[in-house]
């Protein structure tokens, strides 16, 4: 009898498990680090040091603050969609970036990907380290990937390859700049109402005149 009881037990534990990690919506923190050349270290305190992205089914919402300014990344991957909201303590834009525009705010996608014998575990799950290689500059980001779990791309991670997993901590290098984004915590929740739809009062543009904006507006 106690063997039956034990197998149930693992039974349901197992399946509880498996339908953890398929629900398709949930909420994940991460925590944004920099390392600085000394001629720019001054403007470390205007840098976002935390992000809370909610994705449910193909869709992901990404925000990052640094005081009173914020900027919030929706997108749908099917359609191509992407949307930035950009609010300051001046003003709050809505851009909507089609695809071919995108190159514009979203960073390099062409990597060789290296895998390496570093596991860890990160926000409790087994991640595999990859070295990956700007095919264009040829500096190197790393990257840890977990298989644990299966969730849509956000904007933080959208520029890496989703057959080595999820990203669950990246540091990469653009122009000498380091910045490590490792995710503290993800939970697989109902995520919270609205949290798609654009605020009211934000104006909207195109990329081109978003571009074209005055410096400080």
Known sequence: MRKLIYLSAVIITSVASCKHNELKQGTIAYTIEYQLPDSLKTYAEFLPKTATVYFKGDSTV?????????????????????LVLLRSDKAQYAIDYKKAEQSQVLPPTEYNYGRTNDTKTIAGHKATRYVLTDKWNGLASQVWFT??????????????????????????????????????????????????????GYKKLTPEQFKNLPVGE
């Open 62 to 82: 990404s925000i990052q603050q640094a005081g009173p300014e914020a900027t919030t990344v929706i997108t749908h991957k099917p359609t191509n969609f992407m």
């Open 147 to 200: 298989k644990d779990i299966k969730m849509v791309p956000n904007y933080l991670t959208t520029a890496f390859d989703t057959s080595y997993g999820v990203p669950v901590a990246i540091e990469s290098n653009q122009n000498n700049i380091i910045t490590k984004t490792t995710v503290k915590e993800i939970k697989f929740e109902p995520i919270p109402e609205g949290v798609f739809s654009t605020p009211a």
